[in-house]
């Protein structure tokens, strides 16, 4: 198996090739003055089994268009197979029409993926699971919640209190529950489809005098954190913390939620940020050793 880290995920593809103890062959990337990609492969993946990581965290398309280069290109240059890891997976979010005329965001991607005659891809914490049924070759979701609540039990907080801002992230909280061991629980969360604004509702939960951490995919604006931090210390939790495995953090999310009362935030290398200090690679390659 050969390992290709692409321009957006240097790092963590060397950390994964690393993990399986895989040989590493490098892209030359170059930016044209008018903004299109130029993509060089730096050695031989004729009849090799080549992996590419890549993630599509911002700038999504141009990350996208790098991930269609380098797929396209290995299986021209007479790669065998060609497996490819996106830990990000930007557009898996949009998987209905919810007004007149949208793009289904997802069903295209996978219409695009499939012809350019990928073999498998792995991604992590899709943010719905069901979406990589619409991918007509092998897909595989692993989950980062696993990595980041062993992170904070690492550092002494067993028994935290494990909160999903929003239904959609209840698997997640449950999945860092049973790593932490102190219990989970989540928010009901509502989305303005035109402004995007989100609402959370406030409901009972068992944290006063308690360490919580609020699990979730993604922390795009820091909007659901922030409102579910809010809930948290009106309900007189002690400290808390944000996890997430795709911190895009956009804006001045970060400051947003450092503000509203959370002590931390940490992410995965999924998305190179400020905040990733948790590594994906080790579940990353659990899943290409076992499923490719
Ligand atoms: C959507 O429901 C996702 O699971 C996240 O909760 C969402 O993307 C976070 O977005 P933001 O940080 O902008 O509230």
Not at 103 to 114: C, G
């Amino acid at each position: 198996m050969i390992v290709v880290p692409g321009p957006a995920s240097k790092e963590l593809g060397g950390k994964i090739a690393k993990e399986l103890n895989a040989k590493v062959i490098g892209v030359f990337f170059k930016q044209f003055p008018d903004g299109e990609s130029y993509v060089r492969f730096e050695g031989e993946l004729e009849n090799e089994n080549v992996v590419i990581v890549q993630s599509t965290c911002p700038p999504q398309d141009s990350n996208l268009i790098r991930l269609f280069l380098l797929a396209g290109t290995a299986k021209d240059l007479g790669a065998e197979k060609v497996v490819v890891v996106v830990p990000y997976l930007a557009y898996a979010r949009q998987d209905k029409r919810f007004l007149p005329g949208e793009a289904v965001s997802v069903n295209v991607m996978a219409r695009v993926l499939k012809a350019i005659d990928i073999d498998g891809l792995v991604t992590v914490n899709v943010h719905e699971e069901k979406v990589l049924k619409k991918f007509d070759f092998p897909a595989k979701n692993v989950s980062a919640m696993g990595v980041l609540a062993k992170y904070f039990k690492e550092k002494g907080f067993d028994g935290a209190f494990a909160l999903a801002p929003d239904d959609g992230a209840l698997e997640l909280a449950k999945e860092a529950a049973e790593v932490l061991g102190g219990g989970y629980d989540w928010l009901y969360k509502k989305r303005d489809l035109h402004t995007g604004e989100v609402e959370t509702k406030a409901k009972k939960l068992d944290v006063a005098g308690r360490d919580v951490i609020i699990f979730d995919d993604i922390i795009s604006t820091g909007g659901t954190i922030v409102n579910a931090a809010k809930i948290l210390k009106e309900q007189g939790a002690r400290r808390i913390f944000a996890a997430c495995a795709h911190p895009l953090l956009i804006g001045n999310a970060v400051e947003r939620i450092l503000s509203s009362g959370v002590e931390e935030i940490v992410g995965t290398d999924s998305v190179p940020s400020m905040v990733s200090k948790v590594s994906v690679a080790p579940v990353i390659a659990k899943s290409l050793a076992e499923d490719f």
